[in-house]
């Protein structure tokens, strides 16, 4: 059994989605798990623990919950800010697919992956939900590289069966065949933090058939899917061409994809129907704002996915996000939310405190993980960041003494990585 005790400044989404922010707080771990939080700790009950391990803040430094990335690419991180004069169907042809048809090279993929997990560590991504190769093989080494390097982590094999002109693509039976290796691969791995995710790559790009057996395993095995949806209008058309008049929310419904552990990315132009079957099923959208100004597909209107009870995570959508820090993408939020706002959209723009919660509870509850991480009640696992706003290379000085509030606007909008000194998933120093 191993103990430790966090001291200092807290900052976290409450059950309610409120942001609290308490000065003087002990939260006590045990293996990983919070076992209590005290405010205003009284230092007897403190030592009365027995910690293997005691970490008191300094002076300018908060804990806050870890970063959940919702969604990303890992086999794409080598076009990091390339192709952006191009749409999102330029894009992909020109630079995603040839990229993602070389993983058959586990040099490259064993290079990319160690690099991509160690990145998004340091940026204070605790959870990752990664898409990663077509084949097994490389989509493995990911999964081991997550392990080995402590990230929790939803890693998926994306299936394709519809024949391209690159090959890359699989048959329908060839797909699902690699998918079910790929999961037993991932079992194999033992680590309950790195789980495999059902990844049809999109409704364009699978036909009907892969689509319903794919839900049908994650079912039987109880398993996360993601996919993509109403990233571009051109996509809204060329469903309707592929499947008849419907939606690519009613393609999902019927091929059994909807669950409340499925999570889609973007979602910007989705219609009144569509809102009211994924609540239905309790499938969250994943807000990629970064991605969604470069190729310029549009701007997804979260407000309104939220009055119609949707959950809402974050992702990066690298290689169509710019950049892997959910930092970066927070404020890729509030620049879109602000941007609506001004062009005519009736509603509120978002703030920080919103933001924040969507990057930390918000994920969660869109993975349907609240009940492990996501904020700090006790039960939960110790996914957490230490922030430091004294950090050496930090972009921010402090001319005054701020409030716990104001520093976490500070670190929000004008922090980087450096400001994140140390991250912890389930207890385990990765940074
Ligand atoms: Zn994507």
Redesign the pocket.
Known sequence: MVRQVFTGSMIHADEKEEVTFQDNVAILVEDGKIIDVMENPDQQKIDDFHADEVNNSSPGQFIVPGFIDC???AVQFPNLGLGFNKTLLDWLETYTFPLERQYTDQELAEKVFEIVVKRTLQTGITTACY?ASLYTEASTLLAEKCSQFGQRAFVGKPNIDVPRDNGYYESTEKSIETTKTFIKAVEQIGNPLVRPIITPRFALKCDMELMQELAEIAKEKDLHIQS?IA?TEDQLKRIKEKFGETTCTAVYETAGLLTKKTIL??GIYLEDSELYTLAKRGTAIIH?PS?NINLKSGLCDVRRLKANNIDVGL?T?VS?GSSYSILDEMRSVLHVSSSLSLTGHDNVPFDYKDVFCMATLGGAKALSIEDKVGNFMPGKEFDALVIDLNAENSLLDNFRKYTLEENLQRFMYSGNDHNIVSVYVKGRKVK
């Open positions: 969604h990303t690419h898409f993509h990233e990315a973007h990629c991605s992702g959508d169509g």
